[in-house]
């Protein structure tokens, strides 16, 4: 099993130190913790929609693809 990463386009709805929640087009807002994502900008405001890098695994998990 590969370590794939994918981006995903998401609207950031709340954020805390470690983590981001994000509305990514489906059924619920999803927590993705900050360690977990391998590129992103942090120049946003909440309710920006941003493009993250994530394990495929874990967007798979979460729901999000």
Same mark, same amino acid.
């Given at each position: 099993?590969? *370590?794939?990463?994918?981006?995903? $386009? #998401? #609207?950031?709805? *709340?954020?805390?130190?470690?983590? %981001?929640? #994000?509305? *990514?087009?489906?059924?619920?807002? #999803?927590?993705?913790?900050? $360690?977990?994502?391998?590129?992103? $900008?942090?120049?946003?405001? %909440? ?11 874990? *967007? ?6």
């Amino acid at each position: 099993m590969g *370590a794939n990463q994918i981006w995903v $386009s #998401v #609207v950031v709805k *709340a954020e805390t130190d470690k983590a %981001l929640m #994000v509305d *990514a087009g489906f059924d619920k807002d #999803v927590w993705v913790p900050k $360690s977990q994502i391998i590129d992103y $900008s942090d120049d946003y405001k %909440l309710g920006d929609t941003i493009d993250i890098e994530i394990p495929e695994w874990m *967007a798979e998990e979460k729901g999000m693809i």
